[in-house]
């Protein structure tokens, strides 16, 4: 599943620069995931990066996007190939 930051957030800012695929940006009001470019941080980390700074737990798993482990590393590849 790709993640997703919830109203709770506070718009810290600590995800952002956290993630290795740039898919968290400033929304209007709170920080917003692209389901399109979380990769959990799979291929990268051993656990998401914004789960983990999060100081207010507002990063939770999208139940709109889910995906396998196998999933989230195969769109990684595709991201990283993307990047070059």
Do not use: H, W
């Not at 959990?40 to 656990?47: A, I, K, L, S």
């Not at 998401?48 to 700074?53: E, G, L």
């Not at 396998?68 to 190939?81: G, P, Q």
């Amino acid at each position: 599943m790709a993640l997703m930051i919830t109203e709770d957030c506070i718009v810290c800012g600590a995800c952002d620069p956290e993630c290795p695929n740039n898919a968290i940006t400033a929304g209007e009001e709170v920080y917003e995931i692209n389901p399109n470019l979380c990769t959990e941080c799979v291929g990268y980390y051993d656990e998401p990066q914004c789960v983990s700074v999060c100081p207010v737990d507002c990063v939770i798993q999208n139940p709109d996007q889910v995906e396998t482990k196998e999933e989230l590393f195969e769109k990684k590849e595709l991201i990283s190939a993307n990047q070059i």
